[in-house]
């Protein structure tokens, strides 16, 4: 598994006003929608293209296209569905496929509550959404959701991750054969007592809609 930290000012920047407790939900959605579309341009780096013959008023030249089968971008509700619309900037002709997920906050258990994705994915390159990369039992289970249905490159955008997560998901992906790449705005402290990632920036999905009950 790979991580990449995007280390640039203005994702710094961003993320600075967005931990910070005082900022607002629609200031937070914006910046969480700035973040993603910052942190996809690093995350499609690989993103698989073909050669595509074509004709400028020049001349003709070839260029690329993005391959078939399309990318498949896929938010992790609730947090997730907050990085939607800035990721889909970048990759406009992207399929969504959709995954709710929820931990438990006592036992920090995830579950899966509703999917909308294709039975077959193989072949497919994944992009997961999720803000926050805890304690690692969502993304894992996202991951093996996806690449069971056969998805063969998986790519997770996260806004913050906790290196307790980061080991825990290199841990459980052992044996997969299949390439997976985090790529987030920072590797935060550590986790806290109720697995919140310390600083963090709190409840991404509250912060982002309000308090679920
Ligand atoms: O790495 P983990 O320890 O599994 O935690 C991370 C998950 O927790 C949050 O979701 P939450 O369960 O709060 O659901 P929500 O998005 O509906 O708020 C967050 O959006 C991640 O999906
Ligand atoms: O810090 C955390 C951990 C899990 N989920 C969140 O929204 N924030
Ligand atoms: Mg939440």
Redesign the pocket.
Known sequence: MRVNVVNHPLVSHKLTVLRDEHTDSPTFRRLTDELVTLLAYEATREVRVDPKPITTPVGPTTGVYLAQPKPMVVP?????LGMLDGMMRLLPTAEVGFLG???N?ET?E?STYAERLPEDLSGRQCYVL??????????AAAIKFLTDRGADDITAICLLA?PE?VANLEKGLDGLDVPVTVVTAALDQKLNEK?YIVPGLG????RL?GV?H
């Open positions: 992790i509700l609730r947090a997730g997920m929820v931990r906050e920090l995830a999720d803000p926050m990369l805890a304690t690692g039992g969502t993304l906790a997560g697995g409840d991404a999905g509250d809609y679920a």
